[in-house]
């Protein structure tokens, strides 16, 4: 009997211990989730309210928020960090919300248990343990500043401060958690010889994908820090970070993603780091300074263009290395993959170039430029739309491996040395571009009344595609995938039809057999996909397992 009491003794310290452990973790989990807005000594400008001169059109001291008739938002936001958030906020508040509505909105499509979601949120607080210290204190007053204006209905996630803070650190989460799957990005330049009248073009597709939703409301912003130069750059609401941009220097930013290492934490977000290198450089030597300087912890390609410099580079950062990749002509190519002698060949790039679309996207853009002759703002658009593969071969509408995927959250052009910038509306990068000249934007003192910025001279037309039934099918080809990631019942075969010659097609449609038990009819899907032209490794992978799988299902 003394035995036994003293064996359950044991029991219950073991399971105590356990128990203190638990709750050490969910306390330490707990107080580092948790993210403390920085000390403002000032916070007068938290009284000002923003007038509505005319319907959607708002201005606040100089500062003013409009839509254009391009579909576009525009906003024009100046002062001090904090000053800046908090205009910034109050001005487009109605698209802080939104955008933060969407984008919990489609977390919980994609993590449907709530306990999950849960277990989440301290997980991302862990990980983003670090991210106040790797944020500059200028941006973290500025993302104090427009939290202000954010819903209160998130509480449960974290402070409006908080939640903000590591919203901008989302890309690189789902860079590093999946490696991604997020859909490639890709940018190009010309100059010299390579450009009408030796004037530099720079052009970029976005491919950054959270949902529809979260696309359609594009904020084209300009900014007049106190610090620092003039820029612009295509954001969204509450963001503050970089993804697309240019200074009143002819200094451009674009980042495009590389393969990572998944990291054990986070520390300068990508966007905040361009932001930083577009807001205070002028010159490639001083981007590269700034890059060098910041601690990031995915691996990312900032293509930085320069009118001063009269060409653009590549300046290739992982969490550990920095190396710059200069052409040594007059144009230049970014998709996935590092191109630099100290980076490409890393294992992470090898892999990169193995196995995802990356290589096959820069040989068809190679072929494209060489078959474009002297290049122009139309010719850089009809590129940045280009949705074949190698050789002109269809390869299925939405394909990774194409320049333009149908996915892009928006396309941009810049020209430097003129200071004007085309961006891209709806639908992707198929509407219309609209042209701002920002010699002109930067030279408005307020706006006393409601009137187009872009100058309609130069707006390149939509795409004619848009106007097609191949546009129409794959619009239907989009609805019944997202009905069959919302596992809701499709018919394999049109989905299939609607886009015959994309792999995915094929794919889903075996996937929604394979799990109906139809394995006969799956494995002739598999088959196919098999003889389309495949994005990734991984995807090809996917469909020889299931394959195996349904072969051995069929077997007597």
Known sequence: MLKRKKFWRRVLYVIGFFLLLLLAGAIYLYNVAIAYPPKVSNKDVLKLQRTEVSPGFYTLKDNWFRKSN??????YVSG???ERGVINGKLSKELVIKQEDYFNEQICKLVPSASYRNFLKYFIGWFNRNLEKNVAEEYKEEIYGISESASNQYQYIGSNYQRILNY????DIGHALQNMALVGCTSFGTWDSKSEDSTMIIGRNFDFFVSDKFAQDKIIGFYAPSKGYKYMSVTWGGFVGVVSGMNEKGLTVTINAAKSDIPTG???PVSLVAREVLQYAKNIQEAITIARSRKMFVSESFLVGSALDGKAVLIEKTPKDLDVYDPHQDYIVCTNHFQSKGLDSSKDNKEQLKESASPYRYERMMELLNNNGVNTVQKTINILRDRKGLHGADIGMGNEKAVNQLIAHHSIVFEPKK????VSTSNW???KYV?????KVFNFHGMEKDV???DSSLTVQADSFLLTNDFKQFELFRQMKQRFLDKEKIDPDSIVASNPNFYNAYVIAGDYCYKNDAYKKALKFYETALTKVIATKKEEDHIKDRIKKCNKKLAP
């Open 419 to 422: 200071l004007k910038v085309w």
């Open 168 to 171: 901008h650190a989302a890309h």
């Open 429 to 431: 990068q198929l509407g």
């Open 435 to 439: 042209c701002y000249d920002l010699n």
């Open 266 to 268: 986070s520390a300068t």
């Open 70 to 75: 391009s579909g576009l938002f525009e906003m």
């Open 80 to 82: 001090e960090p904090f």
């Open 452 to 454: 187009e910025i872009y």
